[in-house]
């Protein structure tokens, strides 16, 4: 089997991928692509330093590319209030009577659990909405 420049590009892509694939790491997957210029640098018959220079050129900007892009991307919520992650967020518990620091006890989900309200309204009692959920404790608001 005939080694050359091109098959070690290609092999290095490879690697590059494989190690995304184990980490999870996108930006591995960048540099994959800037060996795969490489790879197509060496095709074209350029010397090894043009390979190189084409490896870095693609790879490192497809690396700023995907990191101007994520840093764009709205970041998201924390899990402790992201509908997405928690999916008591948003659903709304009835509230009888708050005691003087902000606090209650809710029926929610067949149990009960401590509220603590987090609106800029004073607290009053009837439907309230779970904000957030701060270990056994709702968050709440109007």
């Known amino acids: 089997m005939d080694w050359n420049w091109a098959t070690a590009w ?3 892509a490879g690697a590059l991928i494989a190690a995304e694939l184990a980490t999870g790491t996108f930006y591995l ?17 350029l010397s090894p330093t043009g390979q190189v220079l084409a490896a870095a050129l693609v790879g490192g900007a497809a690396v700023v ?26 659903q709304s518990v009835q509230v009888d009577a708050w005691s003087p620091d902000g606090r209650t006890q809710v029926q929610y989900r067949g149990a009960t659990w401590q509220a603590r309200f987090v609106g800029s309204v004073p607290a009053e009692s009837g ?16």
């Open 127 to 142: 439907r309230h909405v779970i904000r957030a959920v701060e270990g056994s404790c709702l968050l709440l608001d109007r």
């Open 65 to 90: 590319g995907w990191h101007r892009q994520r840093g764009k991307a709205p970041r998201a919520a924390p899990a402790a209030s992201n509908p997405d992650v928690n999916l008591d967020i948003g």
């Open 10 to 12: 290609w092999i290095a």
């Open 29 to 45: 997957l960048m540099l994959a692509v800037g060996a795969g210029a490489g790879a197509l640098a060496a095709h074209l018959a």
